[in-house]
T-cell receptor
Framework: GENVEQHPSTLSVQEGDSAVIKCTYS??????FPWYKQELGKRPQLIID?????GEKKDQRIAVTLNKTAKHFSLHITETQPEDSAVYFC???????????FGTGTRLQVTL | NAGVMQNPRHLVRRRGQEARLRCSPM?????VYWYRQLPEEGLKFMVY????????ESGMPKERFSAEFPKEGPSILRIQQVVRGDSAAYFC????????????FGEGSRLTVL
């Protein structure tokens, strides 16, 4: 089955700096890669996703890149703000289109 | 347009009791997924259901756990004879027919086993 690895497990950046979180996946058939943000005690919320037919996608301060050959994808957050502090999960679909395998999460702390 | 609705939000059970968690998918969604999240850990897939069918239960423990999604009513995740290790947040997610990957999560049900 699919295996998704995520690094780093914790990340601390100063407000205004950039944050990068990286994931690798094992199943070459995966074609959908979402990123979720989860605040303490809340549900995971989709913040951006990318499909295998594109290499990069941007939405304001958030971008995701995908390297299908190397089977890795990354989340980039620019101009970080305190409200970006949360746990971020990457995921990849496997088999059924909407069945997702999640990474272990990255706890992002944005300090003033 | 209501999102994915889960109840109860919090459930406390003593060891050996049964826990029933309910999930109503978003309107128009016919696919339901259950995930478990242990404290400080990621989301682990448990089961994928469509109306009256279990499509994939590869993540379900072999014993004590069962899930259903009847023709009428919410999907139910049932845990019999709960143990302390079952304490976790259980998230339900839904997707539309022919879903293209995006999952919409509910707020979760937090089970505490005393």
């Amino acid at each position: 089955g699919e295996n998704v690895e995520q690094h780093p497990s914790t990340l601390s950046v100063q407000e205004g700096d950039s944050a990068v979180i990286k994931c690798t996946y094992s199943d070459s058939a995966s074609n959908y890669f979402p990123w979720y943000k989860q605040e303490l005690g809340k549900r995971p919320q989709l913040i951006i996703d990318i499909r295998s037919n594109v290499g990069e996608k941007k939405d304001q301060r958030i971008a995701v890149t995908l390297n299908k050959t190397a089977k890795h994808f990354s989340l980039h957050i620019t101009e970080t703000q305190p409200e970006d502090s949360a746990v971020y999960f990457c995921a990849a679909n496997t088999g059924t289109a909407s069945k997702l395998t999640f990474g272990t999460g990255t706890r992002l702390q944005v300090t003033l | 347009n209501a999102g994915v609705m889960q109840n109860p939000r919090h459930l406390v059970r003593r060891r050996g009791q049964e826990a029933r968690l309910r999930c109503s998918p978003m309107k128009g969604h016919s696919h339901v997924y259950w995930y478990r999240q242990l404290p400080e850990e990621g989301l682990k897939f448990m089961v994928y259901l469509q109306k009256e069918n279990i499509i994939d239960e590869s993540g379900m423990p072999k014993e004590r756990f069962s899930a259903e999604f009847p023709k009428e009513g919410p999907s139910i995740l049932r845990i019999q004879q709960v143990v302390r290790g079952d304490s976790a947040a259980y998230f339900c997610a839904s997707s539309p027919p022919g879903g293209d990957g995006e999952l919409f999560f509910g707020e979760g049900s937090r089970l505490t086993v005393l």
